[in-house]
């Protein structure tokens, strides 16, 4: 009621912003997407930046950590930093063993 009154004054008031109203950050794919068409140039480039992040990880884990919890956690790093799910996936395994 009181900001109504006020903005018809002509003041107005800084709005509070939502996490909804912050603008996404690009993902990965997006980020390696330079000229704008679409596509995806290279895949083995995104593994090899996801492969790099796993690895940095692998060495902060606890050592006696189960094998499947350790999947978990590093897949959904990934997924919070833009990969695909089945690339997150493949560079996982391929880093574990």
């Known amino acids: 009621m009181v900001t109504a009154e006020l903005s018809a004054s002509g003041l107005d008031l800084p709005r509070e912003t939502s996490r909804t109203a912050q603008p996404k950050k ?3 794919a997006e980020k390696n997407d330079e000229d ?5 140039e290279d895949q083995g ?3 090899d930046s996801a492969a790099e992040f796993v690895r ?9 950590l189960d094998r499947e919890k350790a999947i978990r956690r ?13 690339v997150a996936y493949k560079v996982v395994k ?3 063993g």
């Open 36 to 40: 704008g068409d679409g596509e995806q």
């Open 74 to 86: 590093l897949v959904g790093m990934l997924a919070r930093r833009g990969y695909n799910q089945s």
């Open 45 to 47: 480039s995104d593994e």
């Open 94 to 96: 391929a880093e574990l």
């Open 56 to 64: 940095k990880k692998i060495r902060t884990l606890p050592p006696n």
């Open 26 to 28: 690009p993902s990965v």
